[in-house]
């Protein structure tokens, strides 16, 4: 480990180079997002994703709590909303449920979380536990598989039309209403990050941090493709 702190250019640039692991190359993706996967296969990709969606406020709630920087909480707040719902905004649990009955499942059904795969459970259970239980910026630099989200909402935006013709357009809103979302979000988690971690240990720190929640979702891939098989 260098004895010196890299500049807040080298430092992003290194955690931008944590996408070569993003679930984007997971073979589970590449399927949905090549044409190769059966209904039954994207119906358990969405049932199963449903249980990280309701998640996701959770975490970003967790952060609040701990975090006593009422600037910060200000912006951070959005984040809930824009999931849960705000007034004149669906949010993104409710248009993942849209995208839900898009795919022919029954609400429901996925409410229920019966479809949830134990090991899709563990591994996003794992991550609410390490924003509620680490600092607060920690929490925010797990966040930061955002960068690398925008270019797989822009796939299966370019791809599942074509691909799976009998998803009701609608049903995609979710990939829409993220595009705008993301930049704002990875701004900011970004600008935390890069403040914080400014030693050589600390910046290593947020560099396993990353690589922590990019294997929390890559383990959500592998359980599914082993519950629903990978078509080639």
Not at 128 to 140: K, Y
């Amino acid at each position: 480990m260098s004895s010196i702190a890299w500049s807040a250019e080298e430092f992003e640039q290194r955690l931008r180079a944590q996408g070569r692991a993003y679930h984007i190359h997971h073979p589970f993706n590449a399927m949905l997002n090549t044409g190769k996967a059966s209904p039954e296969q994207i119906r358990g990709w969405v049932a199963n994703r449903y249980y990280y969606q309701i998640s996701i406020p959770r975490k970003d709630a967790a952060i609040l709590a701990n975090c006593p920087d009422r600037a910060v909480r200000r912006q951070w707040i959005e984040r809930i909303l824009n999931h849960d719902g705000n007034e004149g905004d669906v949010g993104g649990i409710e248009a993942w449920l849209r995208l839900a009955e898009a795919v022919g499942l029954e609400r429901a059904y996925v409410e229920s979380l019966s479809e949830v795969v134990p090991a899709v459970r563990f591994a996003v259970d794992a991550y609410v536990t390490f924003a509620r239980q680490s600092p607060w910026q920690e929490a925010v630099c797990s966040s930061l598989t955002e960068l690398f989200a925008p270019e797989i909402h822009r796939q299966r935006l370019a791809t599942w039309p074509e691909h799976y013709p009998w998803i009701d357009h609608e049903g995609l809103h979710y990939f829409r209403s993220r595009m705008p979302l993301a930049k704002r979000d990875v701004d900011h988690g970004l600008s935390v990050t890069l403040e914080y971690f400014n030693t050589p240990e600390q910046q290593q720190r947020a560099l396993d941090i990353l690589k922590f929640k990019l294997d929390i979702l890559w383990a959500m891939n592998d359980a599914m493709a082993q519950r629903y098989g990978v078509s080639t």
